[in-house]
C-alpha cells in the first residue's frame, strides 16, 4: 500500500510562510497526479493544489497567488510552500493523490495523518 507523510505544520503569525512536504513511500509521486487538501473544523476537506506527472499545476481560488506545490523526485516527496498566510488558511493539511483516497495500479492511497497549519491574527 502507500503511505504519505506530511509534516512541516505548525503556528505562524498572518503574512508568514511555511513549507509543507509529504514522503511517500510504496508510490512513486512522479508517476501520477498528486495534490495537497484542508480540512478546516467543522468543515469538508478540500483541494487546495495539485500537480500531473507533467508537472501542471491547478490551485483552489483561495490559495492562488501565495501558495505552491512541487515535487522532488529524487526525494519521492511533494512540497507545498505557503506564503502570505492568513487565518483562514488553518485546517489540517494532508496530500494524496489527485481524487483522493482510492486504489491506482493497484494500490490504496490511504489518507495520512496530516500536518497542522495554524495561523494566528
Request: aromatic letters at 10%; proline letters at 2%; charged letters at 15%.
Amino acid at each position: 500500500q502507500v503511505q504519505l507523510v506530511e509534516s512541516g505544520g505548525g503556528l505562524v503569525q498572518t503574512g508568514g510562510s511555511l513549507r509543507l512536504s509529504c514522503a511517500a513511500s510504496g508510490t512513486i509521486v512522479s508517476d501520477n497526479a498528486m495534490a495537497w487538501y484542508r480540512q478546516a473544523p467543522g468543515m469538508q476537506r478540500e483541494l487546495v493544489a495539485s500537480i500531473t506527472s507533467g508537472d501542471n499545476t491547478n490551485y483552489a481560488d483561495s490559495v492562488k497567488g501565495r501558495f505552491t506545490i512541487s515535487r522532488d523526485s529524487a526525494k519521492n516527496t511533494v512540497y507545498l510552500q505557503m506564503n502570505s498566510l492568513k487565518p483562514e488558511d488553518t485546517a489540517v493539511y494532508y496530500c494524496n493523490k489527485e481524487g483522493g483516497p482510492s486504489y491506482y495500479r493497484g494500490k490504496y492511497y490511504y489518507w495520512g495523518q496530516g500536518t497542522q497549519v495554524t495561523v494566528s491574527s
